[in-house]
């Protein structure tokens, strides 16, 4: 089973300002099958990355994924007040599919 | 565009049986795609519960494995899970999702909250 960590935990930053969110597993995501999602409270996970950098449709382009490997990034370029929630990556190469346990992006 | 809506008992005694329906719309079971589920304890991270294709291939997360069973009623165009022996740690917002191979989970039921509780 592929393990995902995700850092940090919580992120606190400011409207404007651009993150980092950081995806390792413990063994290589092959085809760079690595998903991110943007949950927010009482809702549904929302796709945004799929194979490591594909913006699903109706993403804004702020939203990026980079990382190939073992190592996997989400950065968000303009913090806009909506971002404010918890992202997790998923890993969908091999079997079981995993995620990671999420990192909660917060208003500084 | 497809829609799919989780059912079923909002609480579940312990040892008992935790059932689910997750009913499609917008899109047939039988057109392809598998059918899964995904659950979240409240506060917590995402846990693959996992799929079945409507002719029953299935498969399941190993550390469910034991206790949990996909079907498919596709005259209803509906899937179900079904979790044995339940107890408090199977608390969680359960979601169904349509999977597809090779893909990442587009599409998501809004979540149904089970609760495991005397």
């Known amino acids: 089973e592929i393990m995902l960590t995700q850092s940090p935990g919580t992120l606190s930053s400011s409207p404007g300002e651009r993150v980092t969110l950081s995806c390792r597993a413990n063994q290589s995501v092959s085809s760079n099958y690595l998903a991110w999602y943007q949950q927010r409270p009482g809702q549904a996970p929302r796709l945004l990355i799929s194979?490591?950098?594909s913006r699903a449709t109706d993403i804004p382009d702020r939203f990026s994924g980079s990382g190939s490997g073992t190592d996997f990034t989400l950065t968000v370029s303009r913090l806009e007040p909506e971002d404010f929630a918890v992202y997790y990556c998923?890993?969908?190469?091999?079997?079981?599919?995993?995620f990671g346990q999420g990192t909660r992006l917060e208003i500084k | 565009q497809v829609k799919l809506q989780e059912s079923g008992p909002g609480l579940v005694k312990p040892s008992e049986t935790l059932s689910l329906t997750c009913t499609v719309s917008g899109y047939s079971i039988t057109s392809g795609y598998f059918w899964g589920w995904v659950r979240q304890p409240p506060g917590k991270g995402l846990q693959w519960i996992g799929s079945t294709f409507h002719s029953g291939s299935t498969n399941y997360n190993p550390a469910l494995k034991s206790r949990v069973t996909f079907s498919v009623d596709t005259s209803r165009n509906q899937f179900s899970l079904r979790l044995t022996s339940v107890t408090a740690a199977d608390t969680a917002v359960y979601y169904c999702?349509?999977?597809?191979?090779?893909?990442?989970?587009?599409?998501w039921g809004q979540g149904t909250l089970v609760s495991v509780s005397s």
């Open positions: 194979g490591a950098s």
């Open positions: 999702v349509r999977v597809r191979g090779g893909r990442p989970l587009e599409n």
């Open positions: 998923q890993q969908y190469s091999s079997a079981p599919i995993t």
